[in-house]
């Protein structure tokens, strides 16, 4: 399975990006979920999705500005995520788990990882 990660970009604070990500192979059972490594730091977590769609975790760091989604009849997810800040500057990178059960909060949590898509917001 291969994940192609696309929609980041530059954009002023306040603006909006959608980011996409499209697996080769089944997104479905598995939850999936974008992450992000800001310059000189860690990747962390930022939305995460089960395999249902049903449920969902967010860093309090971007709930109420940013939403996960997926179709895993095209066997994407998605990153809508509205009023932008300085600090959301990082590269972005979608993941899958790839077993059903367990959990799908932290970067240890998934296998498999796209090549990440930079996003630069300006102040």
């Known amino acids: 399975v291969q994940l192609q990660a696309s929609g980041g970009g530059l954009v002023q604070a306040g603006g909006s990006l959608r980011l996409s990500c499209v697996t080769s192979?089944?997104?479905?059972?598995?939850?999936m979920g974008w992450f992000r490594q800001p310059p000189g730091k860690e990747r962390e977590s930022v939305a995460t999705?089960?395999?249902?769609?049903?449920?969902?975790f967010y860093a309090d760091s971007v709930k109420g500005r940013f939403t996960i989604s997926r179709d895993d009849a095209k066997n994407s997810v998605y990153l809508d995520m509205n009023n932008l800040k300085p600090e959301d500057t990082a590269v972005y990178y979608c993941?899958?788990?790839?077993?059903?059960?367990?959990?799908?909060?932290?970067?240890?949590?998934?296998?498999?990882w796209g090549q990440g898509t930079q996003v630069t917001v300006s102040s």
């Open positions: 999705i089960s395999w249902s769609g049903a449920g969902t």
């Open positions: 993941a899958t788990r790839t077993v059903f059960s367990g959990n799908y909060y932290s970067p240890a949590d998934f296998s498999i």
């Open positions: 192979g089944r997104t479905s059972p598995y939850a």
